[in-house]
């Protein structure tokens, strides 16, 4: 099992992942032999609490993206539960998921792949209202969130192939939260970024957990991002979650070797 984490916040979580196992099958290397198994994530828990931002760090292949895919239903566990607001979660039809969509938004790490380049911002930002059959002036929300992450009007009417990197940032993240979600999910959110950007993305979704009382969960590399987005941090690796708690516990006294080793390689100016 994980490491129990004493900075957990006492009210009840409002997403919940219980002994997450993730195996896969590799193929048979001959028709008289088994094929060998792979443990992409092992016997991990994970809580984040309503309004809480929490962090999940370590190497590439350690399990992140994994956990993040299960906690979403994205992919099956194979064994393991997760649980939103108490509720099971499990992946299946899209009609029996539809309450758990209304409640979670995504940003992913490219922010190009990740917006149809036939589609005007406008529509692609409105998608998740149709999708979820939002009621209201869907025109309205759309404008709304477009000046919450710093666009106008006209950026609406325009191509994903006419913004700035930053600026196709900011239309994903308007796209993730424009049915006012509970919990955003950034998987790696601003990789794909220069240091100047990283900067202003980092400010909006702060901005942005403030206003709408967002819960955000975020799988990243930067440290400097965990250190000043983050409330707790989870470090995984070869599978599990070998250490987690307070940003500032874990990251300037870590426990575990391997997280010790991560703040290592930190660069820093003396």
Do not use: C
Request: charged fraction near 25%; proline fraction near 6%.
């Amino acid at each position: 099992m994980t490491v129990d984490d004493p900075t957990r916040a006492s009210s009840a979580p409002l997403l919940t992942g219980r002994g997450l196992t993730r195996t896969y099958r590799l193929p048979r290397p001959s028709p008289f032999q088994p094929g060998a198994v792979r443990h992409a994530l092992i016997d991990a828990d994970l809580d984040v609490a309503a309004g809480e931002s929490v962090a999940l760090i370590g190497e590439s292949g350690s399990g992140k993206s994994t956990l993040v895919k299960l906690l979403l239903a994205l992919d099956a566990p194979t064994a393991g539960s997760v649980t939103f607001d108490g509720r099971p979660v499990r992946p299946g039809r899209a009609a029996a998921l539809r309450w758990f969509r209304r409640d979670t938004g995504v940003v992913l790490q490219d922010p190009y792949s990740s917006l149809d380049p036939r589609m005007r911002i406008r529509d692609t930002v409105a998608e998740p209202l149709r999708a979820l059959s939002i009621d209201g002036d869907h025109r309205a929300l759309v404008d709304e969130m477009l000046g919450r992450v710093g666009l106008t009007r006209e950026h609406g009417d325009g191509y994903p192939h006419e913004l700035s990197g930053g600026q196709r940032q900011r239309v994903a993240v308007a796209r993730a939260v424009v049915h006012r979600p509970r919990l955003l999910v950034g998987d790696e959110p601003m990789s794909a970024l220069d240091v100047t950007v990283r900067a202003q993305i980092l400010a909006l979704l702060r901005e942005l957990r403030d206003d709408l009382g967002l819960s955000l969960l975020t799988v990243s590399h930067d440290i400097g991002l965990v250190q000043h987005l983050a409330d707790r941090v989870a470090v995984l690796h070869d599978g599990r979650i070998v250490e987690q708690g307070a940003v500032d516990d874990v990251l300037r006294n870590p426990r575990h070797d391997y997280t010790r080793g991560l703040m290592a390689s930190v660069p820093t100016l003396d």
